[in-house]
């Protein structure tokens, strides 16, 4: 049984996956993950800081005693938005490769995009994380949230309709408008109409229509997602009252997974990789964290 490992150098997190296929699924072994913040310094000044450097380099080394005790038969490096805008990228490529032995590959964001479409549509144990598989004969959308860039995806019966890679990642967005805590209203203001005017580019060439499923990838999905999740715990413990034949449908879920079934049933849909949230809680989420400072 053939084992694999896939190391993403991300603008904000280096993340490691080790797996092993077995009857035809692959099996989970080991997963990693550090923050590096690889981009920040080249979404401010265009260069990969020394520190970045060091600190990916250091991640990068741990990622490969584990590979090698693991012994992995086939291996991928792959970096991505701010390794595609550092103008001394070649030199950390040139690091990776002497003090690793690997060949970090640079991937554009169209193939980030169909790597994300390839996961999230595949068959195998990652699935699982999923709340539901997507539809083989639904329109879906795939957003994927990253720290240099978004990339977002029309899928239809499971194939690539049309792709799009925006330059809205977290820690990019972050580093040209945000330079304080809590975040500056001017600053946010123009963040938000950068968005807008991109978003509004993406949607002229996607062009969506009506999808049936959003599904949202990456870390800040995942924490929006457990965020929303927690705030229905608290409700959940002020004595929410669930309608019996919902109480039927989540039998043996947590509460908090029940709170989120009863929203999912009342609203559209954002799907991210570690549950349901309706969308305008998306929306209610964010206007709360506006003001608060990072603390």
Request: aromatic residues 2%.
């Amino acid at each position: 049984m053939p084992t694999f490992a896939a190391i993403d150098i991300g603008s904000n997190s280096c993340r490691l996956k080790i797996a092993r296929v077995a009857a035809h699924h692959l099996k989970t072994l080991h997963e990693d993950r550090e923050v590096t913040r690889l981009g920040a310094s080249v979404f401010e000044c265009g260069l990969i800081s020394p520190q970045a450097m060091d600190a990916t380099l250091q991640a990068l080394k741990r990622f490969q005693r584990a590979v090698q005790s693991r012994g992995v038969d086939q291996i991928r490096v792959v970096a991505t938005s701010a390794m595609r805008d550092a103008r001394n990228g070649a030199v950390f490529q040139e690091r990776v490769k002497t003090e690793t032995g690997w060949d970090m590959e640079i991937i554009s964001g169209l193939e980030e995009a169909r790597l994300i479409h390839l996961g999230v549509m595949g068959s195998g144990e990652g699935q699982a994380e999923l709340e539901f598989e997507p539809d083989a004969a639904s329109r879906v959308l795939l957003i994927d949230l990253g720290g240099g860039s978004c990339e977002i995806t029309l899928s239809e019966r499971k194939r690539i309709q049309e792709t799009v890679s925006v330059p809205l990642g977290a820690v990019r967005l972050t580093e040209e408008f945000l330079p304080s805590d809590p975040a500056p209203a001017e600053g946010l203001a123009r963040m938000k109409q950068l968005i807008a005017r991109e978003l509004s580019k993406a949607q002229d060439r996607i062009q969506p229509g009506k999808v049936s499923q959003v599904i949202g990838t990456s870390g800040t999905a995942a924490a929006l997602s457990d965020a929303f999740a927690a705030a229905a715990e608290e409700e959940t413990a002020k004595e929410v009252k669930l309608p019996e034949k919902l109480k039927k449908k989540v039998a043996g879920k947590s509460i908090g997974r029940a709170i989120q079934a009863l929203m999912v049933s009342q609203a559209p849909v954002t799907v991210a990789t570690a549950g349901l949230v309706p969308a305008q809680e998306v929306r209610r989420l964010a206007d709360e964290l506006v003001p608060m400072s990072l603390a």
